[in-house]
């Protein structure tokens, strides 16, 4: 997507955090849907937009990986948007399937209700039982 | 918006981060444009709730505030969405004028290019000068 070089001098405007992250929304570009929050590595986002395809790095394994690496539920990016501090990013892409392990279109398939419970307000899509 | 007792049961089934702050991705309910990614206190989120208005912990301030105070460009709440993880949220607003300081709608007003450039993708709606 884009070349080394480019990518470099693009990430160095960018803020990452004190440990190295940066956090990176997710939103389905056909829909509009807000899919997550992930958070970056310098080395995942250079991956990113290099390939063109969501990598992340997962804070509870300590590890880069492409988004979707498991399930093939993958993530192709279409735009990519800077805040104005910098300091996170704004991915628009095309999600295979699902975005989320638990089956959902979005993480976000929880809704809080008048009685503060929370109501899944979305459809399950795949089983995770049968993909993970 | 929620009674005090039921905010509480369901702020516990959430997860905050080491310094206390949960991060909250705020989207347009209109235009289904993200608008920003802000962090929450227990403390903010409670008063969101209560209020139905975002309310932030500024980070650099080290200030509870509701997001708009000196503008008035406050946000609505319509309805909440909590992450598969519990350690994010998604509020989904009604934005008043603009939700970026620097007068544009969102804060992702600037898109990378194919030469790794920034262009500004939005039209500037206030201006800064003016209002803060």
Chains 1, 2 share one sequence.
Do not use: W
Not at 88 to 94: A, K, Q
Request: with cysteine; net charge positive.
């Amino acid at each position: 997507m884009l070349a080394k070089r480019i990518m470099k001098a693009f990430m160095k405007q960018l803020k990452f955090n004190e440990k190295g992250l940066i956090p990176a929304i997710i939103q389905d570009y056909k829909t509009e849907k807000v899919l997550t929050l992930c958070y970056m590595t310098r080395e995942a986002l250079q991956k990113t937009l290099e390939e063109g395809k969501v990598h992340i790095f997962r804070r509870s394994r300590k590890k880069l990986m492409i988004k979707g690496e498991t399930s093939g539920h993958i993530q192709i990016v279409k735009e990519v948007f800077v805040d104005c501090e910098a300091n996170s990013l704004l991915f628009r892409v095309e999600q295979k399937v699902a975005a989320c392990h638990a089956g959902y279109f979005t993480c976000y398939y929880r809704r809080i209700n008048k009685n503060g419970a929370l109501d899944i307000s979305e459809e399950k899509i795949f089983n995770p039982k049968e993909v993970y």
